[in-house]
């Protein structure tokens, strides 16, 4: 029987900052409850350490460079096909509760003559799902207008509880208040202050109710994914989160001053940018970090809130549940800030899954060591709606096996990529758009980091520097795994990814059938094929166009 999914995704959660990853003072029992009776993937990565990139990945189960999204706001083109076109065609509905931060190919939409208010098209506009309640959580607004121009449906939400002004989610939700004052989450001193707004209306449990919304009147099978905006910045958490946590549970910074004497070029301009000169200063991780804490322990308190209404509903029957991030947050470690590069702090994510059928039953409360690809829920969601996985369109593989106990034969490496032309780093290095590309390779002992536009390397050792501090790739010492990586990188490079209309299977059935239509190659004398095929090809010449005078 097909299960229901429920597929959750936190937004710069990162994958060390919950209990059951070790964390020592963040207490995560929600999260916690889930991975003892589902499987925790300890080496999952996405597929670009960018919100838009990455979810572009985990939604079309594709790499960046195959489905071409690979910055934020770079639209998604047309026809690319997602989990939700996927999943209709097994008889499993696709409904979105949250964020994408999928940007339309409208250019391509017009081309097409497709209109958003129809089905087709406003399934091509909202990334292959169907919408229950789509809120992509940044309603900044300047002296320009608005960052997001679409309707808010959280800001009417606020409107309709009483807060007031054109922009709540700016005036309350992303503010604390300072002597009568408004003090904006977008300055970071403001971190440590209660967000002006009552708990239970900021945006985490808003869009929990949602999802409740949506499973107590849902008829299965049905994949509901429910996207947070939290605990992305602005980091301003309401009461009483705010107060959880100080600076005495901030962990140091995992960095090392050998990480800036005479850095690999890329490396030191991201850690001249303005967000990793910020989180540099020990007082902007004192403020930060415990407010990003507060922001996780709501989503833990809110996820035992669904936890429970899907017991209450008996809905944990018959709904798996999937868990994970589209990207971490590097909160000053390697002197970085934010993401954008390939240290597991940016590009490793949490990844949890349970699955209640009885096939899952070995399996539960343990870890898996896999190298893990967020490309992978896309394949393993098609599985459990009961559909093969269409590998010439879907590159990431089912994750069914592992949850069964199995052993399956599986990816040596893992492969990420970021495409850096919008950041302004790329002109500092004098980088064209279109080399300004980074590549990640990683395996079970290494890290390999490749860049476009004639850089060296950079090279990590897992195993002698887990906390990659020191980077090998250009002292010669390793030229062997350089050259391994390499290898890879050009095998990965030369991966078939665009032939996604016609699969090996359609190819195969359609070899050695041309003679049955009469399509006869390279005959000398007839004998080389059947009577039957040259049947229609024989007998008397037809003269009917003879002149009969």
């Known amino acids: 029987m097909q299960k229901n999914i429920l597929f959750v995704m936190y937004d710069q959660l990162r994958f060390d900052y919950l209990s059951c990853a070790g964390h020592p003072h963040l207490s995560t029992p929600n999260f916690d409850r889930v991975a003892a009776k589902g499987v925790r993937f300890t080496s999952a990565y996405v597929q670009s350490p960018v919100c838009g990139a990455s979810r572009m990945s985990t939604y079309t189960g594709r790499y960046a460079s195959s489905h071409g ?3 934020n706001g770079f639209p998604l083109r047309v026809g690319e096909m997602t989990m939700g076109d996927h999943l209709r065609a097994h008889g499993m ?29 406003a399934r091509q506009a909202e990334c292959g799902f169907d ?19 679409k309707r808010s449906p959280y800001n009417e939400y606020l409107k309709s509880r009483g807060y007031d002004g054109e922009n709540p989610w700016a005036d309350y939700a992303n503010a604390g208040v300072a002597g009568g004052e408004m003090a904006t989450g977008w300055i970071t001193e403001n971190a440590s202050k209660p967000a002006n707004i009552r708990e239970e209306d900021s945006e985490t449990p808003w869009l929990t109710r949602q999802a409740m919304a949506f499973i107590d009147q849902a008829d299965g099978p049905w ?29 140091p910074a995992m960095r090392d001053a050998v990480e800036l004497d005479d850095p690999n070029p890329i490396y030191g301009a ?9 989180y540099q200063k020990d007082e902007a991780r004192e403020a930060v970090i415990p407010a990003y804490m507060g922001l996780i322990k709501q989503c833990d308190d809110q996820l035992g809130v669904l936890l429970d209404h899907l017991t209450a509903t008996g809905r944990d029957k018959d ?29 490793k994510v949490p990844l949890i899954v349970f699955d209640p059928s009885v096939d899952a039953d070995a399996t539960r409360g343990t870890t898996c060591d896999a ?26 593989r089912s994750l069914m096996p592992f949850l069964r106990g199995e052993a399956p034969d599986w990816r040596d490496y893992a492969i990420s990529e970021y495409d850096y032309s919008c950041q302004p780093m790329r002109a500092g290095l004098g980088v064209a758009p279109r080399d300004a590309r980074l590549f990640m390779v990683v395996d079970k002992h290494w890290k390999f980091i490749h860049a476009e536009g004639g850089f060296p390397p950079m090279l990590f050792d897992l195993n002698t520097d887990p906390q990659e501090l020191r980077d090998l790739g250009r002292r010669g010492l390793h030229d062997d795994v350089l050259a391994l990586m390499y290898e890879r990188l050009g095998k990965w490079g030369r991966r078939l990814s665009q032939r996604v209309t016609v699969s090996d299977a359609d190819i195969m059935a359609r070899q050695g059938g041309s003679e049955g239509v009469g399509i006869l190659h390279w005959l000398w004398d007839g004998s080389e094929v059947s009577a039957e095929a040259l049947e229609r090809y024989r007998g008397p010449a037809r003269q009917r166009h003879v002149d009969d005078d």
Do not use: N
């Open 69 to 71: 999204a690979q910055w």
């Open 93 to 121: 509905d696709c409904w979105l509760i949250g964020k994408t931060h999928m940007k339309v190919d409208a250019a391509g939409m017009a081309r097409l003559g497709l209109s958003p208010d129809t089905v087709i098209g």
């Open 131 to 149: 919408v229950w309640c789509r809120d992509d959580g940044l309603w900044a607004w300047g002296p320009d207008g608005f960052y997001d121009a």
């Open 223 to 251: 994949c509901a994914h429910l996207s947070y905006i939290k605990p992305h910045w602005p980091y301003i958490v309401p009461a009483p989160y705010h107060a959880m946590y100080g600076p005495e549970h901030v962990l």
């Open 270 to 278: 991201f850690a001249q940018s303005d967000f990793a000169k910020l």
């Open 319 to 347: 709904t798996v549940i999937v868990l994970t991030s589209d990207h971490g947050d590097y909160l000053g470690d390697h002197w970085l800030g934010e993401k954008d590069m390939f240290h597991d702090q940016s590009v």
């Open 371 to 396: 190298l893990v690809e967020s490309i992978d829920l896309a394949a393993t969601f098609i599985e459990m709606a009961g559909g093969a996985v269409p590998d010439h369109i879907v590159e990431g």
